[in-house]
């Protein structure tokens, strides 16, 4: 499975991102598929995840402001942030789990205060 993240950048607090992730496999094979963050320490910590099943999960800071959602027709899965804030900065990663856990590129947002 390949993954390619789009979307990070520049915004200031308050501000909206939205990341898109391109999976090369049809995403309602994938077991889960989802975002993390790493922010200024090495672990990457969960944003949002989603199952075939619309199953979804978000971590207790991304509630009520990020949206996860898929596209089944390109295979993609975004995550609209909102009301973003300068700890949510850092490198998001797209994450899918097929047997194995894969991961994209990596895009880096950054929230100016």
């Known amino acids: 499975v390949q993954l390619q993240a789009s979307g990070g950048g520049l915004v200031q607090a308050g501000g909206s991102l939205r990341l898109s992730c391109a999976s090369s496999r049809n995403i309602l094979t994938l077991k889960a598929s989802g975002w993390y963050r790493q922010g200024s320490g090495n672990q990457r910590e969960l944003v949002a995840t989603?199952?075939?099943?619309?199953?979804?999960k978000y971590s207790d800071s991304a509630k009520g402001r990020f949206t996860i959602s898929r596209d089944v027709a390109k295979n993609m899965v975004n995550l609209q942030m909102n009301s973003l804030k300068p700890e949510d900065a850092g490198v998001y990663y797209c994450y899918a789990h097929f047997g194995v856990d894969y991961w994209g590129q990596g895009t880096l947002v950054t929230v100016s205060s």
């Open positions: 989603i199952s075939p099943g619309n199953q979804i």
